[in-house]
């Protein structure tokens, strides 16, 4: 089974929608991300937690806001979706910093706003 | 402002010999980076890191290479194999809090 696992892999909606994007973990891990991939932008921080009580915005999250339900979830949410946010969504998860941590990555949730 | 930069979109490369894929940042006080390895419909792999106390790290057919000078760092896959065909990532980060990663490149290794 996947360590990291994001639902729904694939959505359309339509603007002005409320949509929840859901990231679960079974790694152990204290720390996750919620990012977002666009064609030639890369990745992109939206949120991101370092412990249940703990959430931090990243680059862009406006129009984004998050819930961290447990240590092993971390959901993402659009409250009124717009095509601009239409992009391929990825949940990560990292061990508390020790120097030479890496993130390890969900399948993807692929949006799209009409 | 783009802080990580990886400038050339894709780049081809014969199997057997060395891909060299580069990275540029701009912000000075980035003390780790590292390689992400991405196929179609998955999510990013790690591949490899570098702390910036070190200007160079191996693992296998995979060297990470860092001029903080030129704020530059690379990736060389020596030899390549058409497995390696794939979105490489490099990310960089200041005490592992926030990661910034570039834009990424495709690489195609052909048979």
């Known amino acids: 089974d996947a360590d990291v696992t994001q639902t729904p892999r694939n959505r359309i909606t339509k603007t002005g929608k409320r949509i929840m994007l859901e990231c679960s973990q079974t790694k152990g891990h204290d720390r996750m991300y919620w990012y977002r991939q666009d064609p030639g932008l890369g990745l992109r921080l939206i949120y991101y937690?370092?412990?249940?009580?703990?959430?931090n915005k990243g680059e862009i999250s406006d129009g984004y806001s998050v819930s961290r339900q447990a240590q092993a979830k971390f959901s993402l949410s659009l409250e009124s979706a717009i095509p601009n946010q239409t992009a391929l969504y990825f949940c990560?998860?990292?061990?508390?910093?020790?120097?030479?941590?890496?993130?390890?990555f969900g399948p993807g949730t692929r949006l799209t706003v009409l | 402002d783009q802080q990580v930069k990886q400038n050339s979109p894709s780049l081809s490369v014969q199997e057997g010999r060395i891909s060299i894929l580069n990275c540029d940042y701009t912000n000075s006080m980035f003390d780790y980076f590292l390689w992400y390895k991405k196929y179609p419909a998955e999510g990013p792999t790690f591949l490899i890191s570098?702390?910036?106390?070190?200007d160079k790290n191996e693992d296998g057919r995979f060297t990470v290479f860092l001029n903080k000078s030129a704020k530059h760092l690379s990736l060389h896959i020596v030899p390549s194999q058409p497995g390696d065909s794939a979105v490489y990532f490099c990310?960089?980060?200041?005490?592992?809090?926030?990661?910034?990663f570039g834009t990424g490149t495709s690489l195609t290794v052909i048979p």
């Open positions: 990560a998860t990292s061990e508390m910093w020790t120097g030479h941590n890496e993130q390890f």
């Open positions: 937690s370092f412990d249940v009580k703990d959430i």
């Open positions: 570098i702390s910036s106390i070190k």
């Open positions: 990310a960089a980060s200041i005490t592992g809090n926030q990661f910034y």
